[in-house]
């Protein structure tokens, strides 16, 4: 059994990849393993995204005309920016657009630091981890998966 203490923050990111993970190349017994470790992982990686939706929605500023609302305005403006589209047909000015990205970014730092603490939180997990051998063919079974995915992977599931 490996015992390790990781971030919340990473055992989300972990768990996302797990989730999506091919098993083609792996002996059954290495897949299993895999299968414990996403399952060790599945609680506080929903638990932390649930949290993250919750702050997101609660923490909402209140803008004329909704949040939601105004948020799909201003990225209709960004995809006609994007190819030249005729502004005239933008559902806002460039003024009212400048305004809310202001504000979205102040609620984005808000949300950021509402979640900061449980992100950082440390958790102990324990599991049986995987042989250099069988995560060399979880990385073979997931050839689309980026570096910084297998890095993740490997300073968590690995012996």
């Known amino acids: 059994m490996k015992e390790i ?3 919340t923050s990473e055992i989300l990111a972990a768990y996302n990849v797990l989730n999506g993970a091919k098993f083609g190349s792996m002996d059954d017994a290495d897949k299993v393993k895999v299968w414990k470790v996403a399952r060790a992982l599945k609680p506080v990686a929903i638990k932390f995204e649930e949290d993250n939706k ?3 929605e609660k923490l909402k500023p209140e803008i004329e005309g909704g949040f ?3 948020l799909a305005k201003a990225q209709e403006y960004e995809a006609l920016v994007r190819e030249n589209g005729d502004m005239t047909k933008s559902p806002i000015g460039a003024v009212e657009y400048n305004a ?3 504000e979205f970014k102040k609620y984005n730092e808000l ?3 509402a979640i900061e603490e449980f992100a950082n939180k440390e958790v102990k997990l324990s599991f049986e981890p995987l042989s250099e051998e069988a995560f060399g063919k979880l ?3 997931n050839p689309d998966w980026k570096m910084a995915q297998v890095m993740l992977l490997d ?3 690995n012996e």
């Open 155 to 157: 300073g968590i599931i």
């Open 5 to 7: 203490n990781v971030k």
């Open 111 to 113: 949300v950021g630091k």
């Open 68 to 70: 939601d609302e105004t």
């Open 54 to 56: 919750d702050a997101a």
């Open 139 to 141: 990385m073979t079974s």
């Open 100 to 102: 809310f990205i202001e």
